[in-house]
């Protein structure tokens, strides 16, 4: 069982900066992906960035160039740093976490992006 907190959400007007953490129950070295997902209202969870191991990152389009996912395998968590912000990217953010094909996820933290 891998138990996800996330931190760092919150308000911020467009053009600012948000540093998401989340804090993992284990240690992550033995977690194969760590990921952020959102969701905003009516829309479906979408893959935001992710992360492997090996700290390969994979991230959507909309944010690359803007967004950075990083792992602490000494402190346990993996970081969302998110910079330029749009109000397009509200949305409650979900830390994930993929361990021997079992599937973890956090209770997510709202982003608001004021325009």
């Known amino acids: 069982q891998v138990q996800l907190v996330e931190s760092g959400g919150g308000l911020v007007q467009a053009g600012g900066s948000l540093r998401l953490s989340c804090a993992a129950s284990?240690?992550?070295?033995?977690?194969?992906?760590m990921a952020w997902y959102r969701q905003a209202p009516g829309k479906q969870r979408e893959l935001v960035a992710g992360?492997?191991?090996?700290?390969?990152?994979n991230y959507v389009d909309s944010v690359k160039g803007r967004f950075t996912v990083s792992r602490d395998n000494a402190k346990n968590t993996v970081t969302l740093q998110m910079n330029s912000l749009k109000p397009e990217d509200s949305a409650v953010y979900y830390c994930?976490?993929?361990?021997?094909?079992?599937?973890?996820w956090g209770q997510g933290t709202q982003v608001t992006v004021s325009s």
């Open positions: 284990v240690r992550i070295d033995s977690i194969d992906i």
């Open positions: 992360i492997s191991s090996g700290s390969l990152t």
């Open positions: 994930y976490a993929n361990r021997l094909n079992f599937h973890f």
